[in-house]
Nanobody, 126 residues
Framework: VQLQASGGGLVQAGDSLGLACTNS????????MGWFRQAPGRERDFVAS????????VYTDSVKGRFTISRDNAKNTVYLQMSSLKFEDTAVYYC????????????????????WGRGTQVTVSS
């Protein structure tokens, strides 16, 4: 599994931005995919996850209603659509892959993800 995130950039508060994470390695379909973010001086935090069939999604409370995670297994890509961006969303965003068997309660923890991509910077100006 080789993950590459893209789509970051500089936007203003209230704007929308979409991130994509593409896997160029082994079969993508059988992994739970997650997005995490790390702001300066802070630990890496969970943002959202999606099971391999795409039907089950989990979000951290601060992004519910604003962010949407989705995936296209045929394209080996997972997406994070972000809207109503806030200054506090500024961070480096990482995508990660975990075994498809990862339980609902475990998707929020980075230690359960086996593969990580390089991050992409999202900067929201206030």
């Amino acid at each position: 599994v080789q993950l590459q995130a893209s789509g970051g950039g500089l936007v203003q508060a209230g704007d929308s931005l979409g991130l994509a994470c593409t896997n160029s390695g082994s079969t993508f379909s059988y992994y739970t995919m997650g997005w995490f973010r790390q702001a300066p001086g802070r630990e890496r935090d969970f943002v959202a996850s999606i099971k391999w069939r795409g039907g089950n999604t989990v979000y951290t409370d601060s992004v519910k209603g604003r962010f949407t995670i989705s995936r296209d297994n045929a394209k080996n890509t997972v997406y994070l659509q972000m809207s109503s961006l806030k200054f506090e969303d500024t961070a480096v965003y990482y995508c990660a892959a975990a075994p498809a068997s990862l339980g609902f309660a475990a998707v929020r923890y980075g230690r359960n993800y086996k593969y990580w991509g390089r991050g992409t910077q999202v900067t929201v100006s206030s």
